[in-house]
C-alpha cells in the first residue's frame, strides 16, 4: 500500500506493505507480506539528537570505550544505562551521568565484556556478559547476585519478567528439512531452568556465511527470527506455545555459486598454507552454497512493541512491524551509510545510536522517533 504524505510535498510518498493473514486455522495466525518496502515509510528518526553521550573529556569517566558494543536500556524509572565494556554507566533521562559500576575481571562485579543489558519489571537490572556470566544489579549500582555460565545464552535471549533462554547445543538434530535445531530453555535469573521449547532453529555455518537465529523479548512474548527464510515467530514464555507468526516473500537475497566461491576464497588468509586451502574448500564443498544470503542479523522490539529487523550487511537500514504486526515499513538511519552509525538500543523515548565523533571518540546519540500520518485528501 502506497500512502501519499502530500499532493506537493517534494518528499516521496510514504510507503508501507500491509500483511494478509493466512487461512490456515490449524496453527497459529500467519501475516505475510508480499515484498519488502523500497521507499521510507511513516516512522522516522529524528534527524537531529536530543542528546549525546561519550565524545572526548578531560575526565575519561564521561568517555566509552573504544571495545564497547555499548547496549542501552532504561530501567522502570527511567535511568538509563549503558554497557561501556567492563563498566555499568547509569545516566538521568537527560543524559547526566549518576554513577559508575562495576570493573574488569572474572569475579562477582566484575566483566570481561558487558554484551546485554536487560530492565527487570522490579527495577532491578540483569547483564550478560561476553563470557556466558550473567549478574543482577539495583538502580543504586550496587550488585545483587552474580551467576556463572551456564549453556549458551544468544543475543538479546532475557526478558522483563527474569527469563534467561538458554541454549542446549548438546541436543542438536538435523531435521528432515536439512536444517540443524535444538532445545532452549528459559531460566530463571537465579539460574533455575523452567519451561523447554522448540526444538528451535540454532546457528548455521556455511564456511564464510553465517545464519544466526535473532531472540527478542517484549512482555510475556518471545519473537524469533529465521533468517534463512525470513520468518519470525510470537511464543508465549508461559507456555512455549506459538501466539503468532510473519513470513517476508522475496525477501531473500540469492547467492550464485560463483559468489559463495567467492567468499570462501575472501576469508583465507594471506599465509594459509596450501593444505589449509585444501581443507576450507572441501569443507565448503561439503556443506554447499546455502542459496542466499542472510536476511537479517538483528531483530528486536521497541518500547511500544513495533518490531524491528536489521537486514544483514546493512545496519543503516530497519524494517518495521507496525503494533498491530499487520504493516511493514522501512526506517533508516538518519546519517549517511558511509559513518557506520548503528542502532544500540531504546529508551522510552529515544533510539540510541553508536557513531564516532570528529575525533575518532566513541558517542551515543539519542534521537526521538516520529510518526508521520498521511495526509487527507
Same mark, same amino acid.
Given at each position: 500500500?502506497?500512502?501519499?504524505?502530500?499532493?506537493?510535498?517534494?518528499?516521496?510518498?510514504?510507503?508501507?506493505?500491509?500483511?494478509?493473514?493466512?487461512?490456515?486455522?490449524?496453527?497459529?495466525?500467519?501475516?505475510?507480506?508480499?515484498?519488502?518496502?523500497?521507499?521510507?515509510?511513516?516512522?522516522?528518526?529524528?534527524?537531529?539528537?536530543?542528546?549525546?553521550?561519550?565524545?572526548?573529556?578531560?575526565?575519561?569517566?564521561?568517555?566509552?570505550?573504544?571495545?564497547?558494543?555499548?547496549?542501552?536500556?532504561?530501567?522502570?524509572?527511567?535511568?538509563?544505562?549503558?554497557?561501556?565494556?567492563?563498566?555499568?554507566?547509569?545516566?538521568?533521562?537527560?543524559?547526566? !551521568?549518576?554513577?559508575?559500576?562495576?570493573?574488569?575481571?572474572?569475579?562477582?562485579?566484575?566483566?570481561?565484556?558487558?554484551?546485554?543489558?536487560?530492565? %527487570?519489571?522490579? &527495577?532491578?537490572?540483569?547483564?550478560?556478559?561476553?563470557?556466558?556470566?550473567?549478574?543482577?544489579?539495583?538502580?543504586?549500582?550496587?550488585?545483587?547476585?552474580?551467576?556463572?555460565?551456564?549453556?549458551?545464552?544468544?543475543?538479546?535471549?532475557?526478558?522483563?519478567?527474569?527469563?534467561?533462554?538458554?541454549?542446549?547445543?548438546?541436543?542438536?538434530?538435523?531435521?528432515?528439512?536439512?536444517?540443524?535445531?535444538?532445545?532452549?530453555?528459559?531460566?530463571?535469573?537465579?539460574? &533455575?531452568?523452567?519451561? &523447554?521449547? =522448540?526444538?528451535?532453529?540454532?546457528?548455521?555455518?556455511?564456511?564464510?556465511?553465517?545464519?544466526?537465529?535473532?531472540? &527478542?523479548?517484549?512482555? %510475556?512474548?518471545?519473537?524469533?527470527?529465521?533468517?534463512?527464510?525470513?520468518?519470525?515467530?510470537?511464543?508465549?514464555?508461559?507456555?512455549?506455545?506459538?501466539?503468532?507468526?510473519?513470513?517476508?516473500?522475496?525477501?531473500?537475497?540469492?547467492?550464485?555459486?560463483?559468489?559463495?566461491?567467492?567468499?570462501?576464497?575472501?576469508?583465507?588468509?594471506?599465509?594459509?598454507?596450501?593444505?589449509?586451502?585444501?581443507?576450507?574448500?572441501?569443507?565448503?564443498?561439503?556443506?554447499?552454497?546455502?542459496?542466499?544470503?542472510?536476511?537479517?542479523?538483528?531483530?528486536?522490539?521497541?518500547?511500544?512493541?513495533?518490531?524491528?529487523?536489521?537486514?544483514?550487511?546493512?545496519?543503516?537500514?530497519?524494517?518495521?512491524?507496525?503494533? %498491530? =504486526?499487520?504493516?511493514?515499513?522501512?526506517?533508516?538511519?538518519?546519517?549517511?551509510?558511509?559513518? !557506520?552509525?548503528?542502532?544500540?538500543?531504546?529508551?522510552?523515548?529515544?533510539?540510541?545510536?553508536?557513531?564516532?565523533?570528529?575525533?575518532?571518540?566513541?558517542?551515543?546519540?539519542?534521537?526521538?522517533?516520529?510518526?508521520?500520518?498521511?495526509? %487527507?485528501?
Amino acid at each position: 500500500m502506497i500512502l501519499t504524505a502530500s499532493a506537493c510535498a517534494a518528499e516521496p510518498p510514504l510507503e508501507s506493505i500491509d500483511g494478509t493473514i493466512a487461512s490456515d486455522s490449524a496453527a497459529a495466525p500467519l501475516v505475510e507480506f508480499a515484498r519488502l518496502p523500497q521507499g521510507p515509510g511513516p516512522l522516522r528518526i529524528a534527524a537531529r539528537p536530543s542528546f549525546r553521550l561519550g565524545g572526548l573529556y578531560d575526565n575519561d569517566s564521561l568517555e566509552f570505550d573504544p571495545r564497547a558494543h555499548l547496549p542501552v536500556v532504561a530501567l522502570v524509572d527511567g535511568t538509563i544505562v549503558v554497557g561501556d565494556h567492563q563498566r555499568l554507566k547509569f545516566y538521568a533521562p537527560d543524559g547526566t !551521568l549518576l554513577r559508575i559500576a562495576g570493573r574488569y575481571g572474572y569475579g562477582p562485579g566484575e566483566f570481561d565484556s558487558i554484551r546485554d543489558l536487560c530492565p %527487570q519489571a522490579d &527495577t532491578t537490572l540483569a547483564v550478560i556478559d561476553g563470557d556466558g556470566r550473567w549478574s543482577v544489579w539495583n538502580r543504586q549500582g550496587q550488585l545483587l547476585h552474580a551467576h556463572e555460565r551456564e549453556g549458551v545464552i544468544p543475543n538479546r535471549a532475557c526478558s522483563a519478567s527474569g527469563d534467561l533462554l538458554v541454549l542446549d547445543g548438546l541436543h542438536t538434530v538435523v531435521d528432515t528439512d536439512g536444517r540443524r535445531r535444538a532445545p532452549y530453555t528459559f531460566h530463571r535469573l537465579d539460574g &533455575t531452568p523452567r519451561l &523447554t521449547i =522448540g526444538p528451535l532453529s540454532v546457528s548455521e555455518y556455511f564456511v564464510n556465511v553465517l545464519f544466526i537465529p535473532a531472540f &527478542t523479548f517484549h512482555g %510475556q512474548s518471545l519473537l524469533i527470527g529465521d533468517s534463512r527464510t525470513f520468518a519470525l515467530q510470537e511464543v508465549s514464555i508461559e507456555d512455549g506455545r506459538t501466539l503468532r507468526r510473519w513470513h517476508v516473500h522475496g525477501g531473500m537475497r540469492p547467492m550464485s555459486q560463483a559468489v559463495y566461491d567467492s567468499i570462501v576464497e575472501s576469508g583465507f588468509p594471506r599465509d594459509a598454507s596450501a593444505d589449509q586451502r585444501k581443507k576450507t574448500l572441501a569443507r565448503a564443498a561439503e556443506l554447499g552454497n546455502p542459496g542466499v544470503f542472510p536476511a537479517f542479523f538483528e531483530v528486536r522490539y521497541d518500547p511500544a512493541g513495533r518490531i524491528w529487523i536489521n537486514p544483514a550487511f546493512e545496519r543503516w537500514r530497519w524494517y518495521v512491524i507496525d503494533r %498491530q =504486526g499487520m504493516r511493514l515499513s522501512l526506517v533508516t538511519l538518519p546519517m549517511p551509510p558511509t559513518e !557506520l552509525a548503528k542502532l544500540e538500543g531504546f529508551t522510552d523515548r529515544h533510539v540510541a545510536i553508536h557513531q564516532f565523533d570528529a575525533d575518532g571518540a566513541p558517542i551515543l546519540s539519542f534521537h526521538s522517533i516520529e510518526e508521520r500520518a498521511p495526509a %487527507q485528501h
